[in-house]
């Protein structure tokens, strides 16, 4: 994707790492201090309701989605504190959740599908890693790993 008439790829912000939510959270500050002295108001402060959902909105755009929506905040927001409710409906039904680091997520998925495989033999360990594709006893030592008794 490029940015209109630039030539220069835009900045994807889909798929944030937790470590970069506080690196979004300034921009999105940047950007309502931009929108603040163009109006000739006063900045506007995030209050931490809306702090967490611009962090949990998936932001499939690019950072400009980001930029019209801090400058949507500050012409429509009025004074004080902007809240959750300002935010475009789209924003504020978002539910997705931080995303975890890969090796939690990963052990997350593990411990998922493995208690779903359980499930569906019935507790049988020995057709449970069969359809794993584990042996009884790689299945037993994966159930140790994971904490499933």
């Not at 030539?7 to 506080?22: F, M, N, R, S, T």
């Not at 506007?44 to 909105?57: E, S, V």
């Not at 995303?99 to 360990?125: I, Q, S, T, W």
């Amino acid at each position: 994707m490029t940015a209109k008439g630039t030539g220069q790829k835009a900045k994807k912000v889909e798929g944030i790492d937790p470590h970069l939510l506080q690196d979004l959270l300034r921009l999105a500050r940047h950007f309502l201090r931009r929108a603040s002295e163009r109006g000739g108001r006063p900045t506007p402060t995030l209050a931490g309701d809306l702090a967490t959902a611009l962090t949990r909105y998936a932001w499939p755009g690019n950072v400009r989605e980001l930029e019209n929506e801090m400058t949507r905040l500050v012409v429509l927001g009025g004074d004080g504190p902007l809240r959750c409710e300002q935010l475009s409906p789209h924003i504020a039904a978002s539910r997705r959740a931080p995303l975890a680091p890969l090796r939690e997520a990963v052990l997350g998925f593990e411990r998922e599908h493995v208690g779903r495989m359980l499930a569906l033999h019935v507790g049988n360990r020995t057709r449970a890693a069969c359809a794993l594709g584990l042996t009884r006893q790689g299945l037993v030592a994966k159930l140790r790993r994971l904490g499933i008794s």
